[in-house]
């Protein structure tokens, strides 16, 4: 996911904390009361933004888009505006200069789904100069469409868009959710049946690769070198929420019986991410219980519970099945938030009565929505552009940007005659001067000759070391060519030490050889900074030998090949994103 640069509270700072505010609740958070919600929002949100340091991340923007949408004040639509507009680059496609080098597909893919959301809402409309937001939306869809690789494990969005980058051998599943996710809502409000057409291609390919297996799970992704083949086993919540939520915008677009039952299973199976003495608390459960989660990972239930409430309008029978799972996460979440300085910041782990001593904007982004999402029942759907939706679109958009593989160079106006011949001039002092220095270096004071006479000197040796040379040159090749007349030479293979034969390498000069995006490693994610989501993310070689860092994969999570799903709860009382 996404994307973010956070300031993480230190969990040496939150364990001196933590005694202070064991039992002390900071929020006595009633799911049922509209003011205690609005209330516990507000200060989650007010805390979340205690982080924000400049930096605009695609997935707080939509998380701030979601608080105006369902508390209804707008103290932050200035800053959310601001914030989505200022990353869209010269293109309006969400790739700006100054992120490009590092900028992955499902970063892009988040600052879609964050105008997507806006245009959704009508969420207030940037000034008619400026890009709108669903023309933005429609920008990253275009790029993301152009860059989809037929030619590596038979389709797909890679993980990063630029060759250099690590993780450009990887293709993952949260690239694809969010490109899949975009096309059904593009498609929803649309009406236009090119992007219903891209996301029915995408799911087929997702199960074609085994990506959402035979149990409905979604896997974190695989390496294009061996053809997709060594799945990462990591099931993490927002991989599944986004073909939950796309799949909720596919059956409300089309009515059909198939994505219905896409829907049901996908939120069947998504009971995985849900523990507790009752199981309906919602976890990350690949690194929470190890406590393997890093910053990306932190914010991933955020996007669970957002993307969860939002299918209750496509899908309204889904409502009764999930809702009393955001409202057990909620309640547990609010019980968490007893940390940090000020007594109230959020922790991780919902499903543990003490906080667990950790803080960030990840925290505070998942306990904000997953309260937020207890509020769904009264508020209005979301529109579409023929049911009162005011956001104007640009089917073409990022036209400039389609298939573009190189960032832009730096914005430099044209040379001016003047600049022109002041550069000349400059040049020519250069090497006037670099080319007195040489001389006076090499002027021999003691010689007889003068100083021009040794110029015409060394000129003249100049010029008879580069005719002997050539000399040399022609009568090695005449004695090669008689030698080869002679038989005296045989054809031998070129040697590279002790290899006969060695094929160059195919990646580009200064690719990063890592060992951990190699077929046959498995990678778990780090930290990243990037534009866009809330996070980039980089794999590397789990620690810990070879229990893969203390992740933990899906077999180890749910069941075996030869173990049907086996029905948990009823699913009325959880509900996935």
């Known amino acids: ?151 590596h494990c038979g389709g797909g969005l890679r993980w990063q868009i630029f060759h250099w980058n690590k993780g450009f051998d990887y293709k993952n599943s949260i690239s694809q959710a969010c490109f899949f996710a975009l096309g059904a809502r593009l498609a929803l409000y649309t009406g236009n049946q090119s992007y219903a057409r891209w996301a029915d291609r995408t799911w087929d390919w997702m199960v074609a690769v085994d990506f959402i297996d035979k149990h409905w799970r979604v896997l974190d992704g695989a390496h294009t070198g061996v053809n997709c083949t060594d799945i990462v086993p990591y099931q993490f919540t927002y991989n599944s929420g986004g073909f939950i939520l796309g799949a909720a915008a596919m059956y409300n677009l089309t009515q059909e019986a198939k994505w219905k039952d896409r829907l049901d299973k996908l939120l069947e199976a998504s009971k995985v991410f849900f523990t507790g003495p009752r199981k309906d608390i919602m976890t990350e459960v690949a690194c929470e219980p190890v406590n393997r989660c890093n910053l990306d990972q932190q914010s991933f239930k955020a996007y669970l519970s957002r993307w969860l409430a939002a299918i209750t309008k496509w899908a309204p029978h889904t409502y009764d099945v999930v809702m009393p799972y955001l409202r057990a996460s909620a309640i547990a979440a609010a019980k968490q938030c007893t940390g940090g300085a000020n007594g109230r910041m959020c922790g991780l782990k919902w499903n543990q009565d003490r906080y667990d001593g950790s803080s960030g904007i990840g925290q505070q982004m998942a306990a904000m929505e997953v309260t937020l999402s207890c509020m769904v029942k009264k508020r209005a759907g979301p529109v579409t552009g023929s049911t009162g939706g005011t956001s104007i679109g640009k089917p073409d958009a990022g036209g400039d940007d389609i298939g573009r593989e190189q960032p832009p160079g730096p914005p430099y106006a044209p040379m001016t005659l003047a600049q022109r011949i002041g550069a000349v001039a400059a040049t020519t002092a250069i090497v006037f001067w670099l080319s007195a220095g040489v001389f006076w270096i090499l002027l021999d004071e003691a010689s007889e000759k003068g100083p021009l006479q040794q110029i015409g000197a060394g000129f003249g040796l100049l010029v008879a070391c580069l005719a002997a040379g050539a000399r040399g040159s022609l009568f090695h090749d005449e004695k090669v060519a008689e030698a080869g007349e002679r038989g005296l030479l045989s054809p031998h293979p070129l040697r590279s030490g002790h290899q006969q034969r060695q094929r160059p390498s195919s990646m580009p000069l200064g690719w990063p050889h890592n060992p951990s995006v190699r077929a046959g490693k498995t990678p778990i994610m780090t930290e990243r900074p990037t534009a866009g989501r809330t996070r980039s993310r980089q794999y590397e070689p789990p620690g810990g030998g070879g229990n893969r860092g203390g992740m933990r994969s899906a077999d180890e999570l749910v069941i075996s090949e030869s173990e049907p799903l086996r029905p948990g709860p009823p699913f009325a009382t959880r509900r996935y994103r």
Not at 61 to 74: P, V
Not at 75 to 83: A, D, F, K, P, W
Not at 90 to 112: I, K, S, V
């Open 1 to 151: 996911m996404a994307p973010t640069s956070w300031h993480l509270g230190t969990g040496a700072v939150a364990a001196l904390l933590l005694p202070s505010f064991l039992g002390a609740a900071a929020y006595k958070l009633n799911p049922d009361s509209e003011e205690s919600i609005k209330s516990v929002a507000k200060t989650m949100a007010d805390d979340m933004l205690s982080f924000y340091n400049g930096w605009e991340g695609g997935a707080m923007m939509g998380a701030l888009i979601d608080y105006w949408y369902y508390t209804g004040d707008s103290s932050y639509n200035r800053l959310v505006t601001q914030g989505l507009l200022h990353q869209v680059g010269d293109h309006d496609d969400y790739m700006p200069r100054n992120q490009t080098l590092t900028e992955g597909n499902d970063d892009q893919g988040f600052w879609g789904l964050a105008v997507m959301s806006a245009a959704e809402n009508n969420f207030p409309n940037p000034p008619a100069d400026k890009p709108q937001w669903l023309g933005l939306a429609q920008a990253v869809f275009n790029t993301q469409a152009a860059r989809w690789d037929e030619g």
